[in-house]
RNA sequence: GCCCAUGUGGCGGAAUUGGUAGACGCAGCAGACUCAAAAUCUGCCAUUCGCAAGGGUGUGAAGGUUCGAUUCCUUUCGUGGGCACCA
């Protein structure tokens, strides 16, 4: 019987799929393990060969953990919102929904493929309103939450309203953040609009002025990376600093939480360290400098960590954005600062700090006092000092810092050593360790000594104090784009009004273009009906007609009917229980239709009167009129106003109940959203009279996935973002996997959701991800080819030796065997483009191609795209050649070369079992010491290197094992079957067929993983490797009881040995027991 | 520029806590089987000197610690990732 994998992985799949194998309850009597991957962007291009090394390692560990016993939640889903979905609709056209429901039915079908354990009753998709809903409604919960600084957590704000109510906000010692102090009854007395801007200043979710990149040409803002030397990467249009009103998230006061939080998490010290680093907790201290002009009272606060070197000080820097410059400049300055201005607004963050060599500022006339000594001191603005960084301005010290040192040599500013000989006059030196001088009362200390004396004098002097300071700002959470979440929020009168909970989804309108709107507003702003909510416009310029029939062409209508009528008579046992609970009005007193067609379209069931779909979605995407149904059905219905809501078989027989009171609270909310756009008052009591404005921006890529890993223990609940019962069981994820990349940002956003949901008692735990594993980025391997500028003429890449002169042309990998050119199939490329190309070949007639390693990606031609592998070499073979490519952290270059071997592998495990021949070949022999002890290593092997996720050397092992196996002729069911344990978490497919037939009955899913024997492995002698002088010279055999003076008399005797002795005695011998042993002469 | 990672045969990599460098696989070479091919099996395979036995060199480079360093320390070079609106 030959090995056949397209079938044997087929049918398993099918049968897996039909027999519910990777259903996951929540089954709170069982030991959980969660498993979580870094769910992909569904991008146009499809799953490359990159993606899946993520996920297969996380499906062996998943599969494993299963094996030993416990209950384990390995979910997938779908970070669905994005920009390219957008540019993509800018393009073409197309809806951003219609793009990625059909990229992410393409990332699925290719992710099953692969043979993973997903319950894909739990997908998640972060474009779906239904998801959606629950980030708005935790974007609220931070809205209405400030931090406290005595608790150091996250309270409701209402609590913060009442103490200014009854206490108002008085100054306290100690207080980390300067503010506003009021009393009580001033408090009272301020009008709504102060009031609710000095609570802005609390929220966690909140709004404030901020810079953004703008680009006039294109009019909209642009993202870091679209900017390149100060223009737009699409056009090279300029593009400058502007501020605009932005959301966000106030992640600084969770600095030091965020920070101590990493000593309870498994994740990699450097990991760690990155993390520390872009928190960037520095202590110091903030200080006064006076200002000599003829305004008196102007005083600069610079922030500094060595106010031991105050003393230093040859000149003040503030950033150019700094709010007194214009006021401290002086007359004939006027023109060169103006024109430095103009520059530094051209210059990207990164480009600030990047080009330190470059230096650049400009004199503003001004001079500052040093307050210790009196000293009048030039003041500068410079782009090296960023305004969002302390104070946004800086003492600069050019004996002790490199940047200042630059500087003062660059503009000819006299240097003030204060450190003595460990300055050199060369370069700066930022030593601890050096006495002070020319210090004053510091002189003579050392600087780590100074520190704390300095301190202690400025807050004596009053002119500043300690100060604790962080690197990171507080997260932008506003993009000036249409395909992402978009806020509950409604601006009247410059305030801001949060939505009810009971209003959301509050979901993403139509619109007709997805350019920017007015102002570099968004695109949601140019739908008027949409954001204007001021009152009593009429209904016709709302768009909101009476709901009815919506009904295609005759011929369309008749062809659905048909399959309609048909749906009816071969309804599912869970359509017809929901059927009888929801006819004759019976749910919410609403009429309910089954399978009627709507255009082209066949929803189970249907409500029209509040144009809510509810669909039992069981066996879904199976018919084919279930896919003309599917296909871009919510989009369509959406823009017809129709609400969508889906159930899984599971959810009606097991919970019925739930359902139907979710069924009731969609059609409650149905009602409320009905009011909200269709009557005149949109939202009541809301508007002050003026203009009632939606919210335009929406929230970034990182909303949806801060909290994502929480959907998924409970993610078809309608009444709450996760049952709390649901998450205390699945509790933190035990093993979250993903790419470094992420290192950061999604991390730090994710684990700050995490910190307030539990402050707020929504959750049990602070820390979402109790071990992180980071894979490493598979690069693409690009090949080229050269042809000759001017001409039609490719040469082999051997045969130049100069690249100028030849245009490189990037070749598709897929038609490059190695490095040879499959010259046939390149003629034939881009539709014969190269037909009638010369080709010059190397001597031995072959085209040679150019290599180069770079990230994979569709316009490079160097992707290999996972399905032809499957299709080519079985699931089975791709999952563990992606492994056994090297350690799941390290980043590598894709070669599909060694998949042969891995191939190879697999046929000759099945020729244990089977003969291509005689057949059947396995026997129920009694198995013999040396294959048990061939089994038993393989045991321990693959165990510790799976738990210590070395999943290549695991591969290497089942390798090593089959081929001694192999070798000894051992076709015994006894030890074969324990192997194909082993194997299930990497190859599930081959098991379970060889599982089967061997005979037994149950999946090889559920076996338990075997126990390992020590027993049949100990040895009683070792070959001991022997070194003279640390040199490997032989190698002797001694048994392990030996004692270190035994061994010596031995080790002595060796011919070997005494050859190098040369009749000496040797210095010394060193044993280590189990180890080696080394003679020093 | 700053932060993090990384560098081992022709190639992917192994060496888990400082203890036999190159497991396992790819490619290559030689052979068996075959009319032939595929498949399969056997052997060789870091480099250099040597007929061999055996020796020298060797983990990006330079130094150091150690009986012993791919592993620890210092310096340095190359590559990859991140740097706040790509995801």
Not at 219 to 242: F, I, M, Q
Not at 788 to 797: Q, V, W
Request: proline letters at 4%.
């Amino acid at each position: 019987m030959e090995y056949d994998f397209k079938k044997i992985e087929n049918q398993w799949q099918k049968t897996w799929k039909a027999n519910g194998a990777y259903k996951v309850s929540n089954d709170l009597l069982k030991p959980k393990y969660y498993v979580l991957d870094m769910f992909p962007y569904p991008s146009g291009a499809g799953l490359h060969v990159g993606h899946p090394l993520g996920y297969i390692a996380s499906d062996i560990y998943s599969r494993y953990k299963r094996s030993k016993g416990f209950n384990v939640l390995h979910p997938m889903g779908f970070d669905s919102f994005g920009l390219p979905a957008e540019q993509y609709a800018l393009e073409t056209g197309q809806h951003p929904a219609t793009t990625t429901e059909k990229n992410i039915a393409t990332f699925k079908s290719q992710l099953d493929k692969i043979g993973f354990c997903y319950d894909w009753d739990r997908e998640i998709r972060t474009s779906d309103p239904q998801y959606y809903k629950w980030t708005q409604w935790i974007f609220l919960q931070l809205f209405n939450s400030y931090f406290c600084h005595t608790q150091k957590k996250a309270l409701p704000i209402s609590l913060l309203i009442k103490k200014y109510e009854t206490k108002g906000a008085l100054p306290k010692t100690g207080e980390p953040i300067p503010r506003k102090h009021f009393t009580a009854t001033q408090w009272n007395n301020f009008s709504k609009k102060e009031q609710e801007e000095i609570l802005m200043g609390r929220r966690l979710a909140f709004s404030k002025y901020g810079e953004v990149n703008w680009c006039e040409a294109l009019g909209t803002v642009l993202a870091n990376d679209e900017v390149v030397n100060g223009v737009s990467e699409r056009g090279g249009h300029p593009v400058e600093k502007k501020k605009m009103r932005q959301w966000y998230l106030r992640i600084t006061e969770y600095a030091d939480r965020l920070l101590d939080g990493l000593e309870k998490v498994e994740f990699s010290d450097s990991m760690k360290e990155m993390q520390k680093n872009w928190i960037g907790k520095s202590e110091g201290a903030e200080m006064e400098f006076e200002v000599k002009s003829q305004k008196s009272n102007v005083k600069i606060q610079v922030y500094t960590t060595r106010p031991d070197t105050v003393f230093g000080v040859d000149f003040l820097v503030l950033a150019p954005e700094h709010a007194l410059v214009a006021e401290i400049t002086t007359a004939e300055q006027k023109l060169p600062i103006a024109e430095y201005l103009t520059y530094v607004k051209s210059r990207s963050e990164r480009e600030r700090l990047a080009e330190v060599k470059q230096i650049s500022g400009c004199f503003t006339g001004a001079y500052a006092i040093n307050p210790f000594n009196g000293r009048a001191i030039p003041v500068w603005i410079a782009e090296y000092v960023l305004a969002g960084y302390g104070t946004g301005a800086i003492m600069a010290v050019p004996c002790g810092d490199q940047r200042d040192f630059l500087f003062a040599k660059h503009f000819n500013i006299s240097i003030t050593n204060i450190i003595g000989s460990h300055y050199s006059g060369e370069e700066a030196n930022a030593t601890k360790d050096a006495i002070l001088e020319n210090s004053d009362f510091l002189n003579g200390l050392l600087m780590k000594d100074a520190m704390s004396v300095a301190n202690n004098k400025i807050e004596e002097l009053g002119i500043g104090k300690k100060k604790v300071n962080y690197r990171m700002r507080d997260a932008g959470f506003s993009r000036q784009r249409y395909w992402g979440e978009p806020f509950p929020i409604i601006w009247t009168d410059g305030i801001a009004i949060p939505l009810d909970a009971e209003e959301l989804p509050l979901e993403l309108p139509h619109v007709d273009t997805y350019g920017p709107g007015p102002e570099g507003e968004g695109p949601l702003a140019n739908i008027k009906e949409w954001t204007d909510l001021t009152p009593n416009p009429s209904p016709k310029e709302r768009g909101t007609e009476a709901p009815g029939y919506i009904n295609s062409s005759v011929e369309e209508w008749k062809k659905t009917n048909a399959f309609a009528k048909q749906n009816r008579k071969e309804a599912t046992a869970e359509e017809d229980i929901i059927w009888q609970e929801v006819r004759d009005r019976k749910v919410g007193g609403c009429k309910f239709r089954r399978q009627h067609p709507i255009a082209g379209y066949i929803p189970d069931f249907v409500c029209l009167e509040k144009k809510l779909i509810v669909e039992i979605d069981g066996e879904y995407h199976n018919g084919e009129e279930q896919k003309i149904f599917d296909k871009g059905r919510e989009t369509w219905l959406k823009e017809q106003g129709f609400t969508l809501i889906r159930f899984t078989n599971d959810a009606v027989n097991n919970n019925l109940n739930k359902v139907l009171k979710n069924i009731e609270q969609a059609l409650v909310n149905k009602e409320n959203s009905a009011e909200e756009t269709g009557a005149n008052s949109p939202l009541p009591g809301r508007g002050v009279g003026g203009e009632v404005k939606r919210e335009t921006s929406t929230m970034p890529g990182y909303a949806g996935s801060s909290w994502y890993f929480l959907r998924y223990m409970d993610p078809n609940n309608y009444e709450t973002f996760c049952d709390r019962k649901a998450s205390d069981y699945w509790n933190q994820v035990d093993l979250y996997i993903g790419g470094t990349e992420h290192a950061v940002g999604h991390l730090l956003y994710s684990r700050m959701w995490t910190k307030v949901l539990f402050d707020l008692e929504l959750i049990g735990f602070d820390e979402p991800f109790k071990k992180l594993l980071n894979q490493g980025m598979i690069q693409g391997s690009s090949r080229f080819v050269y042809r000759e500028t001017g001409t039609n003429k490719f040469y082999s890449y051997d045969i130049i030796h100069d690249e100028s002169g030849f245009d490189k042309i990037h070749v598709d990998v897929n038609m490059v065997d190695g490095i040879e050119l499959d010259i046939e199939a390149f003629r034939k490329w881009k539709k014969g483009e190269f037909q009638n190309a010369a080709y010059i070949l190397n001597e031995g007639g072959k085209y040679i191609c150019g290599v180069e390693t770079e990230k994979m990606s569709k316009s490079k031609y160097n992707t290999v795209n996972p399905d032809e592998l499957c299709d080519k070499y079985g699931a089975d073979t791709f999952r563990m050649y992606e492994m056994f490519l090297g350690p799941v952290e390290a980043s590598k270059p894709w070669d599909t070369k060694g998949i042969e071997g891995v191939h190879r592998f697999i046929r000759k495990l099945w020729r244990l079992f089977n003969d291509d021949l005689k057949g059947k070949v396995w026997n129920d022999d009694k198995a013999s010491d040396s294959e048990l002890k061939v089994l038993h290593r393989s045991i321990k092997k693959i165990e510790e290197d799976t738990e210590r996720f070395s999943f290549n050397t695991a591969v290497s092992t089942f390798m090593i094992c089959v081929n001694e196996l192999a070798d000894m002729k051992c076709h015994k069911k006894e030890v074969l079957e324990k192997l194909l344990i082993l194997l299930t978490p990497y190859a599930p497919h081959i098991a379970e067929e060889l599982w089967n037939q061997l005979g037994n009955k149950g999946s090889v899913l559920d076996a338990i993983f075997p126990a390992f024997n020590p027993a049949l492995l100990v040895e009683s002698t070792k070959e001991y490797p022997v070194s003279i002088n640390g040199k490997l010279r032989t190698n002797i055999e001694l048994a392990l009881d030996l004692e270190q003076a035994q061994v010596e008399a031995l080790v002595l005797q060796n011919e070997i040995v005494q050859k190098w002795l040369e009749g000496k005695a040797p210095k010394k011998i060193i044993f280590v027991k189990n180890k080696m042993i080394n003679v020093v002469i």
